[in-house]
């Protein structure tokens, strides 16, 4: 095992998301731009004060060496491992905290570059909190004692074998007591239970009474450790995560509107013991220091003594973000702190300090630390553990296969253990079994890191949402299972962790986060999470809005897709046909799948950019495939749940129904709520259609605000009609719930007919209505317009590919007898012949045809193609009467049939012509129009069609 081999990372420059944080860990993946940006202004000001400070720092080192010399410990077995240990009798921070004696700090603070004001400027510390403390003030402690690993470790194996409710500790009240079978104090809000399907194993449930509102603080966690990542450290300060490029941002703002010049900023001071981590100033090293960094301290100075490792920490051979991450929760566990130094620690803070440290540093809740040290290992041990359904977390797998997790164990052990037996204990930890590989530290080693990788969670800068740092949280957060619709969302205070509901939960509801970036196509999202969290996410987006971008969601999913009239996808980013990426503000279309196909059958694979964002959306044949099937599928479905059939009436489950109920806001009001019931249920399908109430009028105006962000078209007086009295939508309108004319106009319509006849005409004749009652409804892209035009299109080409058929039928009769088996063969391949036959079907009967099953569609190209090959383009008066005699009753059919269809496209072609129709679609597919266009061929080939049918055509309306 050799920690520097070749492909090590080495590029401080590097992303550091990806780079410092394991794959499994939730992170931001497009953050990592941003971050590449801030990176490597870090790396610039590492550099900076690396030159600036080592002179300083090597200086102090050499005055000190002697003096700071580690004493050998006294007790307890763990602490055998540590080269520092306080004195007994130390009186003087220099011998109570070895590391601070060489603080570069104190240096930086009195020198030229430095100042009080300018520290002042920056407005995190006063002069008074930036002075070092004075070393009489602080108390003479002990250190943090070492109890023994042994009797730790006893306390979590049996408490393993017992159940969880009986063994777990309540949490402190910040965050909910939580346990794995469910139970919760009075005051949390959350439970951890079994999420029962999906196979996401455990999960975060609403534990409240009452709904949960949006913005409710569910939970706010303390990391049980926490590390800055590599790429941060000289910016971000590892105690309380302040982030000093906040500041400079700050400073340059200030400084050109004449305050304090960016060159005046303050900057964070370094470990003169490590030289590793940095701090914003003693106070936050002092904290630091007892919850972690002593020992960390000297463990990273005694990795430094072998040359390969030394490599590590000061040339960044490799990020050692996880492995200081690993060390902390290796360290930690080890211990059982008694709170009294902390404590005496904390009251010995000056308040000025407090408050300017309590805004970022998350270790200020002592409470909830001495918590963690006490039971923090027992919940890592028992509670973290990857479900069983995550086949790519649950094994030793991933770790022995990956060189990168090797070396990582391997500079671990460097820091964390000395021995040689201890060593291999570690390293057998890698086992499945409890209890397996227990090593002197009383970790096992790769246990722990799988339990990092799976649960640890990349800290993000609040402000500028770039990853700063790495964090295992144990309490609530571990717990919270993913959904590409998320119902919560957490941001980080210093490295605690805040949970926020973003939409109205129920009680009993899970609670959800997204851990990744919510940019980008299904497709995209559920790449990255197998490949980072090893699952196949089911959540209701990814159901309803699978590869294929025409998809919509079912009704029962509607309503948890679109929860609130605010979220609404007016500009769908899962679509794949508009920008997915939804920070893209100018939406710019990145133009349609469809029009991709021709270029797909040349090019295996073609890109999407979007022209104002750039985000690249990736297609194959295989999703066009797959997009394509899925449309014939939706179909039928799509248009009989625009109708709602008969029995779901009752149910109120109708897409109209639904459709309309999102528009209204969910209220507690119980008058209210009984109003817009009714409103709604009259909207849904009722047979009488009542004038919705005055309330259920004012959600609809609310929603349509909210919705389209600008007030509803028509002012009018929310007067109610006398109750009862039927809706006459041609009766002032004016005074008309648009939502209530739409759910009107729907019900009118009669889609499932149509549907479940296949009869495309009707369908499309309904589909153009709707489409107009859609354009009146929703301003912008609606994923209903999105596929309302697919369809339209998709019938047209259907009616065109009918007529085709329906102007050579006597050709393909006449070609019959010798082609019957090559014809059979293609009426059982091509869609378009099984539709073509339904529609026969629905229009005159001719299912049982001959020649229902003898046109040999395939496509129209394939129609003018035989055309041409019987050698006329239109039929000869020869072929005409062969065809005649072969097949009369066909055609007697087929002219009825031919009837119907001249009649349907009568009144279908204005509107096909309709050029605000047109604009519809422009609007609804891209401002490229390439859908247009397509739809225009359609229309190109409906005219071809009627002139080969020999039907009339009209440019203008009949
Ligand atoms: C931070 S843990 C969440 C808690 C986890 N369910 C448990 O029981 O410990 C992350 C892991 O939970 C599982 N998980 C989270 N969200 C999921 C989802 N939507 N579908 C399936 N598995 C999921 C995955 O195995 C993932 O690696």
Same mark, same amino acid.
């Given at each position: 095992?050799?920690?520097?081999?070749?492909?090590?990372?080495?590029?401080?420059?590097?992303?550091?998301?990806?780079?410092?944080?394991?794959?499994?860990?939730?992170?931001?993946?497009?953050?990592?731009?941003?971050?590449?940006?801030?990176?490597?202004? !870090?790396?610039?000001?590492?550099?900076?004060?690396?030159?600036?400070?080592?002179?300083? !720092?090597?200086?102090?080192?050499?005055?000190?060496?002697?003096?700071? @010399?580690?004493?050998?410990?006294?007790?307890?077995?763990?602490?055998?491992?540590?080269?520092?240990?306080?004195?007994?009798?130390?009186?003087?921070?220099?011998?109570?905290?070895?590391?601070?004696?060489?603080? #570069?700090?104190?240096?930086?603070?009195?020198?030229?570059?430095?100042?009080?004001?300018?520290?002042?400027?920056?407005?995190?510390?006063?002069?008074?909190?930036?002075?070092?403390?004075?070393?009489?003030?602080?108390?003479?402690?002990?250190?943090?004692?070492?109890?023994?690993?042994?009797?730790?470790?006893?306390?979590?194996?049996?408490?393993?074998?017992?159940?969880?409710?009986?063994?777990?500790?309540?949490?402190?009240?910040?965050?909910?007591?939580?346990?794995?079978?469910?139970?919760? #104090?009075?005051?949390?809000?959350?439970?951890?239970?079994?999420?029962?399907?999906?196979?996401?194993?455990?999960?975060?449930?609403?534990?409240?009474?009452?709904?949960?509102?949006?913005?409710?603080?569910?939970?706010?966690?303390?990391?049980?450790?926490?590390?800055?990542?590599?790429?941060?450290?000289?910016?971000?300060?590892?105690?309380?995560?302040?982030?000093?490029?906040?500041?400079?941002?700050?400073?340059?703002?200030?400084? $050109?509107?004449?305050?304090?010049?960016?060159?005046?900023?303050?900057?964070?001071?370094?470990?003169?013991?490590?030289?590793?981590?940095?701090?914003?100033?003693?106070?936050?090293?002092?904290?630091?220091?007892?919850?972690?960094?002593?020992?960390?301290?000297?463990?990273?100075? =005694?990795?430094?003594?072998?040359?390969?490792?030394?490599? +590590?920490?000061?040339?960044?051979?490799?990020?050692?973000?996880?492995?200081?991450?690993?060390?902390?929760?290796?360290?930690?566990?080890?211990?059982?702190?008694?709170?009294?130094?902390?404590?005496?620690?904390?009251?010995?803070?000056?308040?000025?300090?407090?408050?300017?440290?309590?805004?970022?540093?998350?270790?200020?809740?002592?409470?909830?630390?001495?918590?963690?040290?006490?039971?923090?290992?027992?919940?890592?041990?028992?509670?973290?553990?990857?479900?069983?359904?995550?086949?790519?977390?649950?094994?030793?797998?991933?770790?022995?296969?990956?060189?990168?997790?090797?070396?990582?164990?391997? +500079?671990?052990? $460097?820091?964390?253990?000395?021995?040689?037996?201890?060593?291999?204990?570690?390293?057998?930890?890698?086992?499945?079994?409890?209890?397996?590989?227990?090593?002197?530290?009383?970790?096992?080693?790769?246990?722990?890191?799988?339990?990092?990788?799976?649960?640890?969670?990349?800290?993000?800068?609040?402000?500028?949402?770039?990853?700063?740092?790495?964090?295992?949280?144990?309490?609530?957060?571990?717990?919270?299972?993913?959904?590409?619709?998320?119902?919560?969302?957490?941001?980080?205070?210093?490295?605690?962790?805040?949970?926020?509901?973003?939409?109205?939960?129920?009680?009993?509801?899970?609670?959800?986060?997204?851990?990744?970036?919510?940019?980008?196509?299904?497709?995209?999202?559920?790449?990255?999470?197998?490949?980072?969290?090893?699952?196949?996410?089911?959540?209701?987006?990814?159901?309803?809005?699978?590869?294929?971008?025409?998809?919509?969601?079912?009704?029962?999913?509607?309503?948890?897709?679109?929860?609130?009239?605010?979220?609404?996808?007016?500009?769908?980013?899962? =679509?794949?046909?508009?920008?997915?990426?939804?920070?893209?503000?100018?939406?710019?279309?990145?133009?349609?799948?469809?029009?991709?196909?021709?270029?797909?059958?040349?090019?295996?694979?073609?890109?999407?950019?979007?022209?104002?964002?750039?985000?690249?959306?990736?297609?194959?044949?295989?999703?066009?495939?797959?997009?394509?099937?899925?449309?014939?599928?939706?179909?039928?479905?799509?248009?009989?749940?625009?109708?709602?059939?008969?029995?779901?009436?009752?149910?109120?489950?109708?897409?109209?129904?639904?459709?309309?109920?999102?528009?209204?806001?969910?209220?507690?009001?119980?008058?209210?709520?009984?109003?817009?019931?009714?409103?709604?249920?009259?909207?849904?399908?009722?047979?009488?259609?009542?004038?919705?109430?005055?309330?259920?009028?004012?959600?609809?105006?609310?929603?349509?605000?909210?919705?389209?962000?600008?007030?509803?078209?028509?002012?009018?007086?929310?007067?109610?009609?006398?109750?009862?009295?039927?809706?006459?939508?041609?009766?002032?309108?004016?005074?008309?719930?648009?939502?209530?004319?739409?759910?009107?106009?729907?019900?009118?319509?009669?889609?499932?007919?149509?549907?479940?006849?296949?009869?495309?005409?009707?369908?499309?004749?309904?589909?153009?209505?709707?489409?107009?009652?859609?354009?009146?409804?929703?301003?912008?892209?609606?994923?209903?317009?999105?596929?309302?035009?697919?369809?339209?299109?998709?019938?047209?080409?259907?009616?065109?590919?009918?007529?085709? &058929? &329906? #102007?050579?039928?006597?050709?393909?009769?006449?070609?019959?007898?010798?082609?019957?088996?090559?014809?059979?063969?293609?009426?059982?391949?091509?869609?378009?012949?099984?539709?073509?036959?339904?529609?026969?079907?629905?229009?005159?009967?001719?299912?049982? #045809?001959?020649?229902?099953?003898?046109?040999?569609?395939?496509?129209?190209?394939?129609?003018?193609?035989?055309?041409?090959?019987?050698?006329?383009? @239109?039929?000869?008066?020869?072929?005409?009467?062969?065809?005649?005699?072969?097949?009369?009753?066909?055609?007697?059919?087929?002219?009825?049939?031919?009837?119907?269809?001249?009649?349907?496209?009568?009144?279908?072609?204005? @509107?096909?012509?309709?050029?605000?129709?047109?604009?519809?679609?422009?609007?609804?597919?891209?401002? !490229?129009?390439?859908?247009?266009?397509?739809?225009?061929?359609?229309?190109?080939?409906?005219?071809?069609?009627?002139?080969?049918?020999?039907?009339?055509?009209?440019?203008?309306?009949?």
């Amino acid at each position: 095992m050799d920690p520097t081999v070749e492909n090590t990372p080495t590029d401080e420059h590097t992303d550091s998301t990806t780079q410092t944080s394991p794959s499994a860990v939730p992170t931001r993946v497009n953050k990592a731009k941003r971050n590449y940006r801030t990176k490597k202004r !870090d790396s610039n000001s590492d550099k900076e004060h690396d030159s600036d400070k080592d002179m300083k !720092d090597n200086n102090v080192d050499a005055k000190s060496t002697q003096q700071e @010399k580690p004493q050998q410990p006294t007790s307890s077995s763990s602490s055998s491992n540590l080269p520092y240990v306080q004195s007994q009798n130390a009186q003087n921070i220099g011998e109570i905290y070895p590391g601070l004696a060489r603080l #570069s700090f104190l240096d930086q603070d009195s020198g030229a570059e430095g100042g009080d004001t300018a520290q002042e400027g920056v407005g995190l510390g006063t002069a008074r909190s930036r002075r070092p403390l004075q070393q009489k003030s602080l108390p003479s402690q002990q250190p943090p004692p070492q109890t023994s690993t042994n009797a730790d470790e006893g306390e979590d194996q049996s408490a393993a074998s017992q159940p969880a409710v009986e063994t777990l500790p309540a949490p402190p009240s910040n965050s909910p007591s939580a346990t794995s079978s469910g139970i919760s #104090s009075e005051s949390s809000l959350v439970e951890i239970k079994d999420t029962a399907s999906e196979n996401k194993g455990r999960g975060l449930f609403s534990a409240a009474q009452d709904v949960l509102k949006a913005g409710t603080l569910v939970f706010k966690e303390m990391g049980y450790c926490q590390v800055v990542n590599d790429a941060s450290l000289s910016s971000v300060c590892s105690a309380c995560f302040k982030d000093t490029r906040e500041e400079q941002g700050e400073d340059e703002k200030s400084a $050109s509107a004449g305050g304090v010049s960016a060159s005046n900023q303050r900057k964070l001071v370094r470990c003169a013991g490590c030289k590793v981590v940095w701090y914003c100033n003693k106070t936050c090293q002092i904290k630091d220091w007892k919850l972690h960094h002593q020992l960390e301290c000297q463990g990273i100075q =005694q990795s430094m003594k072998n040359s390969v490792m030394k490599d +590590v920490w000061t040339k960044r051979s490799m990020d050692t973000t996880t492995v200081r991450a690993l060390c902390r929760l290796i360290r930690r566990r080890e211990r059982v702190r008694t709170s009294a130094a902390y404590k005496t620690e904390h009251k010995k803070m000056d308040a000025a300090q407090k408050q300017v440290n309590e805004v970022y540093y998350s270790g200020l809740d002592q409470k909830e630390e001495e918590w963690l040290d006490e039971h923090g290992a027992t919940w890592i041990d028992q509670y973290l553990r990857a479900p069983a359904g995550n086949q790519g977390m649950s094994s030793k797998g991933i770790l022995d296969e990956s060189s990168q997790f090797t070396k990582i164990m391997a +500079v671990v052990m $460097s820091c964390v253990i000395t021995a040689k037996e201890d060593r291999a204990a570690f390293m057998r930890g890698s086992g499945e079994s409890e209890g397996e590989g227990e090593g002197a530290s009383g970790t096992r080693g790769f246990e722990l890191l799988r339990k990092l990788l799976s649960y640890g969670f990349s800290v993000t800068n609040l402000e500028t949402t770039t990853a700063v740092g790495l964090a295992l949280y144990v309490q609530s957060m571990p717990f919270m299972n993913h959904s590409c619709l998320p119902n919560c969302v957490y941001t980080f205070k210093g490295s605690r962790v805040e949970c926020r509901v973003i939409r109205d939960i129920q009680p009993g509801e899970e609670l959800l986060i997204s851990y990744i970036d919510q940019i980008g196509t299904t497709q995209e999202r559920q790449k990255q999470l197998k490949e980072q969290y090893h699952f196949t996410c089911i959540c209701p987006l990814c159901q309803y809005f699978p590869a294929n971008p025409l998809i919509q969601p079912n009704q029962d999913t509607l309503l948890a897709i679109i929860p609130n009239p605010t979220c609404a996808p007016l500009l769908d980013p899962k =679509q794949g046909f508009v920008c997915p990426n939804t920070a893209c503000v100018t939406r710019t279309d990145i133009g349609p799948i469809l029009a991709m196909e021709s270029q797909l059958t040349i090019y295996n694979k073609v890109e999407l950019r979007c022209e104002s964002c750039e985000h690249v959306t990736e297609l194959t044949q295989e999703i066009v495939q797959e997009n394509q099937e899925e449309a014939e599928r939706m179909v039928s479905r799509f248009v009989r749940e625009m109708n709602g059939a008969s029995d779901q009436q009752l149910k109120s489950g109708s897409r109209n129904f639904e459709l309309a109920r999102v528009k209204l806001p969910e209220t507690t009001d119980e008058k209210a709520a009984e109003e817009a019931a009714k409103a709604a249920a009259a909207m849904g399908g009722m047979n009488s259609v009542h004038e919705p109430s005055t309330a259920a009028l004012q959600y609809f105006d609310d929603a349509y605000r909210a919705l389209t962000g600008v007030a509803p078209p028509q002012a009018r007086a929310h007067s109610r009609q006398p109750t009862g009295s039927p809706m006459d939508i041609n009766e002032d309108p004016v005074h008309r719930s648009p939502l209530h004319r739409l759910v009107r106009n729907l019900e009118q319509m009669g889609f499932d007919e149509a549907v479940s006849h296949k009869n495309w005409v009707f369908a499309l004749h309904r589909s153009l209505e709707l489409e107009r009652i859609l354009d009146n409804t929703y301003i912008g892209h609606h994923p209903l317009k999105a596929v309302q035009g697919y369809y339209t299109c998709k019938i047209v080409n259907l009616l065109a590919n009918l007529l085709l &058929e &329906e #102007s050579t039928i006597e050709i393909e009769e006449s070609d019959h007898d010798q082609d019957s088996d090559e014809d059979e063969e293609m009426a059982g391949n091509s869609d378009d012949e099984r539709d073509l036959k339904a529609l026969r079907n629905a229009m005159g009967g001719g299912g049982g #045809s001959r020649g229902s099953k003898g046109q040999g569609t395939g496509s129209m190209q394939e129609q003018l193609l035989k055309r041409k090959q019987a050698g006329s383009a @239109k039929l000869g008066d020869e072929t005409k009467s062969k065809a005649a005699m072969k097949s009369t009753p066909i055609k007697r059919i087929q002219t009825e049939s031919s009837r119907q269809l001249l009649m349907y496209l009568k009144s279908l072609i204005p @509107k096909i012509e309709d050029p605000a129709l047109l604009q519809q679609f422009r609007v609804c597919w891209g401002k !490229d129009g390439k859908l247009a266009n397509r739809y225009r061929y359609q229309v190109d080939s409906l005219k071809q069609a009627l002139y080969y049918a020999e039907l009339p055509f009209q440019e203008t309306n009949p």
